[in-house]
Every structure is written in structure tokens, then in C-alpha cells.
């Protein structure tokens, strides 16, 4: 789990919930029923008007991946490319098949099995290539809802607070309640602009970064299987893909060795 995101969230809440009491107010000012419900549901029924049912449905598993979601570290997953290009290479490919079972990476074992059943190699690389495509479109529309509704919340608090200001001008008679309802009015677009700034655009942005990660390292895994499959000497294996890990990785590498 990378509780980046968390931490951020709570960390902007604080600081936005501090800044009220250091000024004399109350956070508990701002939790009021109606801008919520407004503001919440209304940016999701806004978000979902504009794409497909199954995308909506699909924002949960989305909400928890970007909460909750990790990327294997990029090399140890080299560290096992290269284990498995040294069995193939003292024991021939077909030994991969026992090995698989330790295998983890579901992507990995799938181009596994497709090496070790004879595939070609150009098809070998089409067809986990065209996975690597699929998923990186599937998690372009994941995100893009979260971008929907870091658009859609500003305008619809917005819409709250028009609406809570229809309120106040039915009420000019009693002067005694307009401050209360006038601040009341406002709560709406507080929720809009700061839903949208400190949870739906950070989430999109996180699950955009997730993906990038996740189909990078799927790109890792292909260059990998290619040179097993051409029984590539594992030290060059190694160096192929150590020189794909971003500068960072390497360097770690380099100094752990």
C-alpha cells in the first residue's frame, strides 16, 4: 500500500481546517447537510451523465485502487526476470514451467506460458504489447472520471450557493437570519472547490501516475521474456533491463552491489 494520497488528503484537510480555527472560526461550520448532498451527489450525477453506467460502477474498485494501490519495485522484478533467464539458460525453457509457480506477476507468467508453448517471439510481443494497450486505455477512462468531477464540483457548488442565495432573498424580512443563511450559502462552493482540488484532481493525477508505473514495468516484462526466449545471457538480460528502471532504481542497484 502507498498512503501518499491519504496522507496528502488528510494532510490539505488539516491544514484547510487549522487555517479556520487560527482565524476565529469552527470547522464544524462548513458540515452542513444540504451543500454536501448537493455538492457529492450532484458532481456524481453529473460525472456519470457524461460517460457510460459501467465506468460509474467501476469508480469504486478506482476509488480503492488509488487509495490503497502499490507498484511492485521495478527491480526486484528484474531481480526475478533474471532468475528465470538464468534457469531457462542452464536448463532450457521448458524447466520455466516449474519455476512459474513462484511467479507472482500474473502478466509475467501469462508471457511465461506463451514463450514455453513455442509462440513466436514478434507474436509473442503483439499480443502482450496489445495488453499493455488495453490497459493503458482502460486506466486513461478511470481517471478521466475523476478529472469529470474535479470539473463538474466547482460549477455544481456554484449552483448550491445560487440557490442557497435564492433562500436568503425570500427571508429579506427577517434581517436577524440573513448572515446565518448568507454563510450557509457559501458552504456550497467551498465543498465544490475544495472536493475538486484536494480529492478528484489528486486522484486522477495518482491513478494517471499508477498507470504509467504499472505499464512501464508491463513494458519491462516483455523486453525480459523476449531475451529468455532467445536465451540471452542473463548478465546481459540484466543490464537490457536495469538500463529501463528509471535513474533512481539504478543507482540504488548499483549501490547495494
Same mark, same amino acid.
Given at each position: 500500500m502507498d498512503p501518499a494520497t491519504i496522507i496528502g488528503i488528510v494532510l490539505a484537510f488539516i491544514a484547510i481546517f487549522a487555517s479556520m480555527i487560527l482565524e476565529g472560526g469552527s470547522p464544524g461550520s462548513i458540515f452542513l447537510v444540504p451543500p454536501l448532498i448537493l455538492v457529492f451527489f450532484g458532481t456524481l450525477g453529473a460525472?456519470?451523465?457524461?460517460?457510460?453506467l459501467k465506468d460509474t460502477i467501476a469508480l469504486a474498485d478506482s476509488f480503492k485502487r488509488v487509495l490503497l494501490g502499490n507498484v511492485q519495485p521495478a527491480d526486484s522484478l528484474v531481480d526475478d526476470i533474471v532468475k528465470l533467464a538464468e534457469k531457462a539458460r542452464r536448463e532450457g525453457l521448458l524447466a520455466l514451467e516449474d519455476a512459474m509457480k513462484e511467479v507472482q506477476d500474473p502478466f509475467l507468467k501469462k508471457g511465461l506460458q506463451l514463450?514455453?508453448?513455442?509462440?513466436?517471439? =514478434?507474436?509473442?510481443? !503483439?499480443i502482450l504489447e496489445a495488453e499493455v494497450d488495453a490497459k493503458r486505455k482502460a486506466d486513461k477512462q478511470a481517471g478521466s472520471i475523476f478529472t469529470a468531477m474535479g470539473g463538474y464540483a466547482p460549477t455544481i457548488g456554484i449552483i448550491g450557493t445560487v440557490i442557497g442565495l435564492i433562500h436568503v432573498l425570500e427571508n429579506l424580512s427577517q434581517p436577524d437570519k440573513l448572515g446565518h443563511l448568507i454563510a450557509g450559502a457559501f458552504v456550497a462552493t467551498l465543498w465544490g472547490v475544495?472536493?475538486?482540488n484536494v480529492m478528484w484532481l489528486?486522484?486522477?493525477?495518482?491513478?494517471?501516475?499508477?498507470?504509467?508505473?504499472?505499464?512501464?514495468?508491463? =513494458?519491462?516484462?516483455? !523486453?525480459?521474456i523476449i531475451n529468455i526466449q532467445a536465451g540471452a545471457n542473463p548478465r546481459l538480460v540484466a543490464q537490457k533491463l536495469r538500463s529501463l528502471l528509471p535513474p533512481g532504481s539504478v543507482t540504488e542497484k548499483k549501490e547495494a552491489a
Open positions: 460525472a456519470m451523465a457524461g460517460g457510460m514463450a514455453i508453448d513455442g509462440t513466436d517471439s =514478434e507474436e509473442l510481443a !503483439a475544495l472536493s475538486a489528486p486522484m486522477g493525477a495518482k491513478l494517471k501516475r499508477l498507470s504509467e508505473l504499472e505499464c512501464a514495468q508491463m =513494458e519491462l516484462v516483455i !523486453a525480459g
